[in-house]
């Protein structure tokens, strides 16, 4: 038999050699320990808990460093019975061991091999550049078994035992891309290393000697170690009780997990973000701290996921949630999507851009309101508008099909009116309003002139993020900075404010959205909107039901919410109260659950009147209740009413003036048609379903009541002075006859957009 002093001898040489050169496997255990980094960085919330794990390094699978303490006695007894039986009685080497396997080579007789797990780790360590003892494809030559002998030793004298144990537990390669304890079990047992049992340590020990052997082979050896275990005393059971083939199955389905989330948490979108603030190049940390709050975030995706299951039937898919500190700008929530519930959860809802519908009316009344075109208690009327442009008539709709006639601005935002909403639009300009909302830092990708009076309503796109940005900047008194970096500074800097909206005019749109009784002629008294403290609300819908909205802010926050379909599929009856508004709703009552919101002061500038209404014509009460109202100074005025001479829009000229002495008696003026006029090109409205449009027909010098015909291509239409009709694409020939048939009138105009599709 070979002598042990003799193999001693034989690594004299090597291990002079090795203490002489710079070498990486005399690394100390603190700079092995500094040195490693996990393949995932986990993103935590301000107050330190893991949101989200994102996988960062694609060439291996690491996981956290494990302790020693915190790896299961079950496993650590299984690697050394496995591994190194004589671990902590031998230096490093074995000579015992390794006497036994030389001579079992000279007689070709397998055994176990005589590599100490002291030996293995002077390998892991090692590094190009030092002594090269890691084991290559061919395996390790006879030069490189001495020198992984003396480093080994090298170690031994240098190392504590509970070090060389912990960090060959946490450095070793197991299958594939795995390597270290914290990613085996979390990958292939769903848990953490202090929680393996006995079978599943001795699956993970017989996969250090066999990494990449069939899931037979695996249970066979694992079943081995599972028995040495009990007969080692450090299992209960006796080595006769070991079930096999029990076994054989934990194994198979074990190895089959071989695949895992490259991220999993409540917060997969803000991380991506959170990685994209780090500088080009540089290595992710282990850990980022971020500007979320946990539990609001928690609550959020359960908010979102819960509302979304509520509209299961009505072919809602996606959402999105995001909150921003009014104060700082810091992003304390963000959901980018439903998950699970989606068919595409890895779409960022918040930063997808979206057509805004109705969320743009509070800056295009802000704007008017700064301009001094409006206050809040100018009349504006919501009746059937034609509005001639370059590409014909453009005819707006109101969301519920009704008029309301001559409403206050106030109500006309509030209520979520659409023609006042063009009108207003109308004076301001599509190209004024178009650099307001520039400046307001939403991105339109078109001119003012492009989107034409249709700007109103929100026929834009933008994202969630630009739109909840833009709201908290009303919040702030119309001072508008960039949202905050998604991480946490150890010295914040203070945000750039840029004035981008009149604060008075900030203050009086903010007083409108949180007026529950501005808002009842849409939305009812008893609406989701209205919350026991001071808030304001808008919500929108975009064409066709594609996109639903809820944005406001309170004191503190600013909470915007998106519901719709990433893929663009229309929703099926759901509108601004039964979509978004619930969640904003909850969001909001969870942050101020415990925490008060009051109304802004008036900034300087900004007074407040009595007003009061004047009759209206049908019924003689007051268009509106008398109230107090807030004005930019200047602007104040106790009354507001109708000039009776100015109501008819259709008068003629002839028809509009006074009698004087002596003029002849008046002519009653001939019939004929006031609208459409002839070679109209009627442009149908594309944020209006077609079946909810109409095109009047009006006869202009007809008594209410009088005996007429609308004959349109040939057929009768109607027979009422007004008629309103559902437009038809093509070119038409309307004509307006007399009882008898006789032609009066006739114009002919067309109508250009998408055709109505009947419902089935």
Known sequence: MIECGALRACVCTALLALTAAPAMALHSYAAVRAGWHSSETLLLSREGEVLQRIRTDASVRRGEWVALADVSPALRSAMLLSEDKRFYEHSGVDWQAATAAAWANLWNERTRGASTITMQLAGLVDEPGGTDLRQRPGGRSVVQKIGQVAAAEVLDRRWRKAQILEAYLNLVPFRGELVGIDALSRTLFGKAAHGLDEREAAITAALVRAPNASSAQVARRACGVLREMQAAGSSAAAPADT?????????????????????????????????????????????????????????????????????????VQDGAIVVLDNASGEVLAWVGSSGELSRAGEVDAVLARRQPGSTLKPFLYAQALAERRLTAASLIDDSPAHIATAGGLYIPQNYDLRFKGWVSARTALASSLNVPAVRTLAMVSPDAFFQELQALGL???????????????????????????????????????????????????????TRVVDPGAAFIVGDILSDPNARARTFGLDSVLATRFWSAVKTGTSKDMRDNWALGWSERYTVGVWVGNAAGGAMHEVSGSSGAAPMWAAVMGYLHAHEASRAPRPPKGVVQAAVRFG????????????????????????????????????????????????????????????????????????????????????????????????????????????????????????????????????VRFEVRGAGLRERR
Do not use: M
């Not at 973000?273 to 190049?281: K, V």
């Not at 834009?460 to 909840?468: F, G, K, M």
């Open 615 to 746: 009759p209206d014509a049908a019924t003689g009460n007051p268009l509106e209740a008398a109230r107090s109202e807030w004005f930019l100074k200047g602007t104040e005025q106790p009354l507001f009413a109708i000039d009776s001479e100015a109501t008819s829009a259709y008068a003629s000229s002839a028809g509009g003036q006074k009698e004087h002495k002596n003029s002849l008696p008046a002519q009653p003026l001939a019939l004929r048609i006031a609208e459409p006029v002839s070679g109209a090109v009627v442009a149908l409205d594309p944020d209006i379903p077609p079946a909810s449009q109409r095109l009047r027909f009006v006869a202009a010098g007809a008594a209410p009541g009088a005996p007429l015909r609308w004959r349109l291509d040939g057929k009768l239409v109607g027979h009422r002075p007004v008629h309103a009709w559902r437009p038809w694409p093509g070119r038409h020939q309307l004509q307006l006859q007399d009882p008898s048939g006789r032609v009066l009138d006739e």
């Open 243 to 315: 079930d096999c083939d029990a076994l054989a199955l934990l194994a198979s389905g074990t190895l089959a997990r071989r695949a895992f989330a490259a991220s999993e948490g409540i917060a997969p979108h803000f991380a991506r973000r959170a990685l994209a603030a780090l500088p080009a190049g540089a290595l992710p940390p282990a850990r980022l701290t971020t500007t979320l709050r946990a539990p609001l975030q928690r609550f959020a995706v359960q908010t979102l996921s819960q509302q979304l299951r509520e509209l299961a039937g009505r072919n």
């Open 443 to 497: 991105e339109l990708r078109e001119s003012g002139g492009y989107y034409g009076l249709s700007l109103a309503l929100g026929s834009s796109e933008v994202t969630l993020l630009q739109l909840a940005n833009a709201y908290r900047a009303l919040a702030n008194g119309g001072r508008l900075s960039a949202v905050a970096p998604p991480l946490v500074r150890v010295k914040p800097q203070p945000p750039k404010w």
